[in-house]
């Protein structure tokens, strides 16, 4: 069974840095697509970033190219999201997501992710 589980989330002010981390101790992510999504309030769900485990091959939504990085420890299994420059604007919860298939692929659509974790709730202050 899937359990992701993300933390690192919290309240910063803007221009600071957190590191998001996704990690599930029951299986590996070796095969398979992962991805940070978010969700602020009042508003629906909105790619993020993601990355093929196997691959490294990444994508990101236009408004944090350059200031989020997605990456994956393999020891640790873990999932990251390391994210700089926050701004107000990104403020929301965050989940990570994996597919329910092993695939080569990477997605930005939340249909195509099978497992979702409990979000982790990041506020940036102006």
């Known amino acids: 069974q899937v359990h992701l589980v993300e933390s690192g989330g919290g309240l910063v002010k803007a221009g600071d840095s957190l590191r998001l981390s996704c990690a599930d101790s029951?299986?590996?992510?070796?095969?398979?697509?992962m991805g940070w999504f978010r969700q602020a309030s009042g508003k629906g769900r909105e790619f993020v970033a993601t990355i093929n485990w196997n691959s490294g091959i990444t994508q990101y939504t236009d408004s944090v190219l350059g200031r989020f990085t997605i990456s994956r420890d393999f020891a640790e299994n873990t999932l990251y999201l390391q994210m700089n420059s926050l701004k107000p604007d990104d403020t929301a919860v965050y989940y990570c997501?994996?597919?329910?298939?092993?695939?080569?692929?990477?997605?930005?659509?939340?249909?195509?992710?099978?497992?979702w974790g409990r979000g982790t709730q990041v506020t940036v202050s102006s």
């Open positions: 997501a994996v597919s329910g298939y092993q695939t080569p692929m990477i997605s930005v659509s939340p249909t195509d992710y099978a497992y």
């Open positions: 029951g299986r590996s992510f070796s095969g398979y697509s």
